[in-house]
T-cell receptor, first 116, second 113 residues
Framework: GAGVSQSPRYKVAKRGQDVALRCDPI?????LFWYQQALGQGPEFLTY????????KSGLPSDRFFAERPEGSVSTLKIQRTQQEDSAVYLC??????????????FGSGTRLTVV | GDSVTQMEGPVTLSEEAFLTINCTYT??????LFWYVQYPGEGLQLLLK?????DKGSNKGFEATYRKETTSFHLEKGSVQVSDSAVYFC????????????FGAGTRLFVKA
């Protein structure tokens, strides 16, 4: 597609519920990133995929967070047993370059998760 | 660890005023530097970038120069428009040691007609 597409745009979850957030990157983009953006803050890194390989998951805040990109295109971020502190905007970004090169990302519009 | 510090907002300017948003960084290596912009209701967009010292990134009338000696990457525009109202994020990415980009907290800009 023309841009990075994320769904759903908004998600309200009850505390303890599992959620799955989807990211459809730009076709052919090698690199895919997930970021978490709390209200009034800058995005914080969660995890990175190069094609289907998850090369860095150091930013995932707990083992309740899990991400996958099984065919090297669409990615899903799953949060199990959601807590109120998980409320944030979850951003997906993709880039045509891989490895250590970073010429900037294309971001999706994000999924706003509210845990009640 | 690496970090980015940018001036707190909001910044309120009149149309055609000169804009500066300060950004300084701490990095162990030799990072690439970026400015991203987030318009109301939209995702972050890359505004400009610089990959080495003394490089000047520019786009849409905005510019920023990579100053290694002062570890700074201040964003400037000579004459702002109402349509420039947005949140601006300074960011860095190291060449080694991982794939993440470190973002500042963002500076909200309001431009009045």
């Amino acid at each position: 597609g023309a841009g990075v597409s994320q769904s759903p745009r908004y998600k309200v979850a009850k505390r303890g519920q599992d959620v799955a957030l989807r990211c459809d990157p730009i076709s052919g983009h090698v690199s895919l990133f997930w970021y978490q953006q709390a209200l009034g803050q800058g995005p914080e890194f969660l995890t990175y995929f190069q094609n289907e390989a998850q090369l860095d998951k150091s930013g995932l805040p707990s083992d309740r967070f899990f991400a996958e990109r099984p065919e090297g295109s669409v990615s899903t971020l799953k949060i199990q047993r959601t807590q109120q502190e998980d409320s944030a905007v979850y951003l997906c970004a993709s880039s045509s370059t891989g490895g250590q090169l970073n010429y900037g990302y294309t971001f999706g519009s994000g999924t706003r998760l509210t845990v009640v | 660890g690496d970090s980015v510090t940018q001036m707190e907002g909001p910044v309120t300017l009149s149309e055609e005023a000169f804009l500066t948003i300060n950004c300084t960084y701490t990095a162990t290596g030799y990072p690439s530097l970026f400015w991203y912009v987030q318009y109301p209701g939209e995702g972050l967009q890359l505004l400009l970038k610089a990959t080495k010292a003394d490089d000047k990134g520019s786009n849409k009338g905005f510019e920023a120069t990579y100053r290694k000696e002062t570890t700074s990457f201040h964003l400037e525009k000579g004459s702002v428009q109402v349509s420039d109202s947005a949140v601006y994020f300074c960011a860095l990415s190291e060449r080694t040691g991982g794939f993440k980009t470190i973002f500042g907290a963002g500076t909200r800009l309001f431009v009045k007609a």
